[in-house]
């Protein structure tokens, strides 16, 4: 990771929140006074097919929004674990849905952690916020964004139709947060 700058690819089936996951942290670090990239990718299935997005924070302009090595990679099924694992840099992170994904090989050269986002998602009793779950895990890790933060913002990038969700998102922030040791 470069001083002040964060790549990240998030990636998962169609209709677990990826796009959703990838503008929580592009829009929280905007309003946090970051450069930020956003760059959404899915297959023409969008539900069931896979769907990834990269985003890059930073205290710098960004020259492109393509991330070839990530500093960190969020993965919610065992195809973009296996998709995306081997391009993570050395020395970055890899943050697993341990729900779905019973282990990721093991690298030596980068940090694994398993997150139970769909569990704890269940627990919460509103299996969408898997994807907060993640972003909570996401932060506890997190060099350029911090969680107080994040939770300050969270209000205002949630979209005016699920405001009543916002207790249920808040709670999966704090939970996906404390998931991780």
Known sequence: MQQGTEEIIMA????QGILFLGKVLAQAGM???????????????MRGGTANC???LSDHPIASPIVAEPDTLIAMNRPSVDRFQGKVKPGGLILYNSSLIDQVKQRDDVRVAAV??????????????????????YLKNSG????????KTLP???PSKKKEMSQVNIDALKRGFDSVH
């Open 116 to 137: 139970p986002a769909s569990a704890i998602a269940d627990e919460i009793g509103s299996p969408r916020v898997a994807n907060l779950v993640m972003v909570g895990a």
């Open 156 to 158: 205002s990038i949630i």
């Open 54 to 56: 990269t985003v890059i």
């Open 31 to 45: 309003i946090m006074g970051h450069h930020v990239s956003w760059l959404p990718s899915y297959g023409p299935e």
């Open 12 to 15: 998962g089936f169609g209709g």
């Open 144 to 151: 350029i964004l911090k969680f107080d933060d994040v939770l």
